[in-house]
């Protein structure tokens, strides 16, 4: 099993729609976790990190479920500029050689 | 700030040349980091450091080495490339006490031909 899982899509969604993405990861020991965006052909970016009790930025949910080993994003209200490829980044014991992430869930959203 | 800058943007080699890949941060992080990212794959740790004379192998190291002389400049060197390293290769900074938060470079995209 790979250590971060997700869907690599593309999800294609409609101006306005509300997404959501899963992650999964495999060492139940993972002591952190985040969100990064990445648009194609660029560089990612830290978009918000995922606390326990779950958090909120905006149109930008973040959930945590440690007992099943998922994390989730969710998306409302969608815009065009949303479309970007959305990485599960998973920070286990050990520090900094443990950030790990996965391949990337891409989404499109059409007009 | 110019954040992280890494050069070259692009570069075609042939297989059994070397290259060195600049990386350089100007935010005065002590953590700095190579990445590889193949398509549909995650970005894989090649090396690190944690700060000036201090490196570490990542995930996959073999046939690329660093070094790390100031804080300020991290180089990759790849030492005869093979095809396998052709990717895109983004070099990071963070700071200590915050490594989940890392500042990208733009990346290279090399090929090896």
């Known amino acids: 099993r790979k250590e971060v899982e997700q869907d690599p899509g593309p999800f294609n969604v409609p101006e306005g729609a509300t997404v959501a993405f899963n992650c999964t990861y495999s060492?139940?020991?993972?002591?952190?976790f985040f969100w990064y965006r990445q648009d194609c052909r660029k560089e990612p970016k830290l978009l918000m990190s995922?606390?326990?009790s779950g958090n909120e930025d905006g149109r930008f949910t973040a959930q945590l479920n440690r007992a099943s080993q998922y994390i989730s994003l969710l998306i409302r209200d969608s815009k065009l500029s949303d479309s970007a490829t959305y990485l599960c980044?998973?920070?286990?014991?050990?520090?900094?050689?443990?950030?790990?992430f996965g391949i990337g869930t891409k989404l499109q959203v059409i007009p | 700030n110019a954040g992280v800058t890494q050069t070259p943007k692009f570069r075609i080699l042939k297989i059994g040349q070397s290259m060195t890949l600049q990386c350089t941060q100007d935010?005065?992080?002590?953590?700095m980091y190579w990445y590889r990212q193949d398509p549909g794959m995650g970005l894989k740790l090649i090396y690190y450091?944690?700060?000036?004379?201090?490196?570490d192998k990542g995930e996959v190291p073999n046939g690329y080495n660093v070094s790390r002389s100031t804080t300020e400049d991290f180089p990759l060197r790849l030492e005869l490339a093979a095809p396998s390293q052709t990717s895109v290769y983004f070099c990071?900074?963070?700071?200590?006490?915050?490594?989940?938060?890392?500042?990208f470079g733009p990346g290279t995209r090399l090929t090896v031909t």
């Open positions: 990071a900074s963070s700071s200590a006490g915050q490594d989940y938060e890392q500042y």
């Open positions: 060492n139940s020991a993972s002591q952190s």
């Open positions: 995922v606390y326990s």
């Open positions: 980044v998973v920070r286990g014991a050990g520090g900094y050689q443990k950030v790990t």
């Open positions: 935010m005065n992080h002590n953590y």
């Open positions: 450091s944690v700060g000036a004379g201090i490196t």
